[in-house]
Nanobody
Framework: QVQLAESGGGLVQAGGSLRLSCAAS????????MDWYRQAPGKQRELVAT???????NYAEFVKGRFTISRANAKNTVYLQMNSLKPEDTAVYYC???????????????WGQGTQVTVSS
């Protein structure tokens, strides 16, 4: 199977920056797209940014120009650089990937456990 582990969350003042990381490990045959989602208290989980294994990216409107998603394929790791953070960015951030585990014929989604990001005003 495939496990995802996020890191890099924390408490930051408005206008500050954080860099999240998410590393995939386990019996990995291949990894496709990697994404970041977030979920604020009382709200639905929402897509923040996506990156294909070829490096093509897409962003939600509310983070365009502030957040940057990138990946290191050799490390099976995806990053989210978050700049100009706002209090409304406060949420648990989750990474998700499409991956094929060794010995399994099809790809499926895998989720990390999440990392808390809190932005104070």
């Amino acid at each position: 199977q495939v496990q995802l582990a996020e890191s890099g969350g924390g408490l930051v003042q408005a206008g500050g920056s954080l860099r999240l990381s998410c590393a995939a490990s386990g019996s990995i045959e291949s990894i496709g797209g990697m994404d970041w989602y977030r979920q604020a208290p009382g709200k639905q989980r929402e897509l923040v940014a996506t990156i294909t294994n070829g490096g093509n990216t897409n962003y939600a409107e509310f983070v365009k120009g502030r957040f940057t998603i990138s990946r290191a394929n050799a490390k099976n790791t995806v990053y989210l650089q978050m700049n100009s953070l706002k209090p409304e960015d406060t949420a648990v951030y989750y990474c998700r990937c499409t991956a094929q585990a060794v010995g399994v014929m099809i790809s499926r989604y895998y989720w990390g456990q999440g990392t808390q990001v809190t932005v104070s005003s």
